[in-house]
């Protein structure tokens, strides 16, 4: 079953805009991951927030954690074009497989210049 | 000094036949996956191997048959090819479990069933 949901599923911004993503989950997590994939690519992991965390910073990018609400934020600052892709949140699965990693089904963000 | 690498890329093939997919990663992981990613972008896990030893078969038909010669090495072998298998296969690797670490993914290999 599907554990991360993202949101909005499409966001289409102006370069140098702020864009902020959402992602929901159901159950308790260990971790929550932020992917990004570029059209044609495979996922390139951008940033792991572990749950007793609740932001962490990686250049550009801003994630936030509230495991009270079941939900985490992918917020990039001042976008470029190269940003553009689809941006997948992930969690280790729940009932103890750690082998796996549930996706949510994306965030198309589309950067124009 | 690609990290993880998959070939071929693409994949064209008629309905029953059967075909391979081969990845290996460089990084000195232990375990390694295989994903799907259907035409609405959904992804899905298919298989986990952890030191070549299978942990994760997701309720994948079985006419997808892994293998894992060695830690570096997950191939998929699919008998039988049918329309809905077509879709966009990921290969990942990653050191341990999803506890404390994030996935290397491989550049996917588009299969089309035709």
């Known amino acids: 079953s599907q554990q991360g949901e993202e949101d909005p599923q499409a966001l289409s911004i102006q370069e140098g805009e702020n864009a902020t993503m959402n992602c929901s989950y159901k159950t308790s997590i260990n971790n929550l991951q932020w992917y990004r994939q570029n059209s044609g690519r495979g996922l390139v992991h951008l940033i792991l927030i572990r749950s007793n965390e609740r932001e962490k910073h990686s250049g550009r990018l801003r994630v936030t954690l509230d495991t009270s609400k079941k939900s985490s934020s992918l917020l990039i600052t001042a976008s470029r074009a190269a940003d553009t892709a689809s941006y997948f949140c992930a969690t280790p699965a729940s009932g103890g497989s750690n082998y796996k990693l549930t996706f949510g089904k994306g965030t198309l963000l589309t950067v124009n210049p | 000094d690609t990290a993880v690498s998959q070939t071929p890329k693409y994949l064209v093939t008629q309905m029953g036949n059967d075909k391979s997919i081969k990845c290996e990663q460089n990084l000195g992981h232990d375990t390694m996956y295989w994903y799907k990613q259907d035409s609405k972008k959904f992804l899905k896990i298919m298989f986990s191997y952890n030191n070549k030893e299978l942990i994760i078969n997701e309720t994948v038909p079985n006419r997808f048959s892994p293998k894992s010669p060695d830690k570096a090495h997950l191939n998929l072998h699919i008998n039988s090819l049918e329309l809905g298998d077509s879709a966009v296969y990921f290969c990942?690797?990653?050191?341990?479990?999803?506890?404390?670490?994030?996935?290397?993914f491989g550049q996917g290999t588009r299969l089309t069933v035709v």
């Open positions: 990942a690797s990653s050191l341990g479990t999803y506890m404390n670490t994030e996935a290397f």
